[in-house]
């Protein structure tokens, strides 16, 4: 059975940056509380390696970002890497907090690339996943930004401007995006396109479709991770016979192993090194 690894996969510079803001900021505040709104990264192991720190996660989702700062009185807050709103910042900065802000600056381009846009007049296409921490903080920018999912919500909205442009969520599929452009661009001929897929995410997703041979896929990441989720969306497109997404090796049924004669390994942008490693040291050990 041969065995190949992806790369790139696994950690990319935006959550290796956010991970060394927390950590430094423990030093940097050693006798303090420090609070994450939300999961600096969407893995769990990340945030257990935090709170192995004493960085308290706080992530509900039942409760809203603005709801977890009334909780904190004391301490620092870490802003995630996706990104958050002027109202949440400001309220943490009235309540005397400290702050940390390790939002991703490829997240942060796309908010600078919108705001231009708002200014002159545009309203905005955003294609992003509904209720995700990036997408939130994108949309509380103004009412003038439009979440789009799916190609029915293109066709449910009614803007009087002829001025329009659209933009994305750093983690989206790039195959997803192609094709909601041209769809949307029949409705908006004018619509002007600014595609802010990240490098890393697009990267990531060119490796696994570009893949040939494959039999067996396996994703390594946690299921809230988006980009780990269009990781194995596009190697079911692909057409790969078998994709599967895994927190770590334990999860890992040897049956899927038979009759297998080439297994890839790819992984989220938020998914340690060290999972991906684990990962494929299990399947050597399963070979022959």
Known sequence: MEIRK???????????????????ARKDYPDEKIYVLGMLVHNEYVSKELSELGIITLDDTNTSK???????????????AHGISK???????????????ASCVDVLKTQD???????????????????????????????????ITNKNDI???NINNDKIAMTNQTTMSYLELSDLIEYAKNKY????????????????QMAVYNLEDCDLLYVVGDPRSNNTNKLAEIGRLKGIKKVLLIQNYKDINTDDLKDINKVCVTAGASTPPKLIDEVISFISSQNG
């Not at 603005?66 to 995630?80: A, M, R, S, Y």
């Not at 708002?118 to 003038?144: M, Q, R, T």
């Open 113 to 147: 690339i919108i705001r231009n846009y708002l200014k002159d007049g545009y309203d905005v296409l955003y294609f992003g996943k509904k209720n995700h921490p990036e997408a939130e903080a994108v949309l509380s920018i103004d009412e003038n930004i439009h979440l």
């Open 189 to 204: 001929p004018s619509l002007i396109v600014e595609k802010e897929i990240c490098n890393a995410t697009s990267s990531r």
């Open 66 to 80: 603005e709801e977890l700062v009334d909780t904190i009185n004391d301490g620092v807050v870490i802003f995630t």
């Open 87 to 101: 109202k949440i910042k400001q309220k943490v900065i009235d309540k005397g907090l400290k702050y940390v802000d």
């Open 6 to 24: 992806l790369v790139p996969s696994g950690y990319c510079k935006g959550v290796i940056s956010a991970i060394s803001l927390a950590e430094k």
């Open 155 to 157: 066709d449910d909205l």
